[in-house]
């Protein structure tokens, strides 16, 4: 069964047109154990809302699909990366990532004001726990938020 989730990105690093151009891409990065534990539970297929963070407003973007399961983030144990990790090697990775691919990109992005006035969305981690890079999002949830992308 699918699962759904939320990946955040700030779109002067990588943004939903960045993966509409490139078609897929490594989700590499995650330092934080939470988000990285879910990306472990990420299936082929799963759905993602795709968030632009550190944005003007921060808002859904865009969706995407997952296609590869979680493997080791060989930045972590890359000294020159800019996510470089001591801790990890690759004897012993402590990261991993998932790869994507683009879906579409919302005609109507879905802004963090919006996503926190919508009736339905009341629970959606992103509007109680910010900073968390990837998260579950419920598929009521993502159903509402595709709805409102797409509006015109």
Request: glycine content about 6%; hydrophobic content about 35%; cysteine-free.
């Amino acid at each position: 069964m699918a699962q759904y989730w939320l990946m955040k990105s700030e779109p002067s690093v990588y943004s939903i047109d960045d993966l509409a151009r490139d078609g897929r891409t490594a989700w590499d990065g995650v330092r934080n154990f939470q988000a990285r534990n879910f990306m472990r539970k990420m299936k082929v297929g799963d759905l993602v809302l795709f968030y632009h963070s550190n944005a003007d407003p921060p808002a859904v973007a865009g969706i995407a699909r997952v296609v590869r399961e979680a493997y080791p983030d060989a930045s972590s144990w890359n000294p020159k990366a800019h996510y470089y990790d001591p801790d990890s090697s690759p004897q012993n990775p402590r990261w991993d990532m998932v790869d994507v691919e683009f879906v579409e990109k919302l005609s109507n992005p879905v802004p963090l004001s919006t996503l926190k006035d919508t009736s339905g969305l009341e629970n959606m981690l992103v509007t109680k726990r910010g900073r968390l890079s990837v998260q579950p999002v419920a598929k009521g949830e993502f159903e509402i938020v595709r709805k409102l992308g797409r509006k015109r």
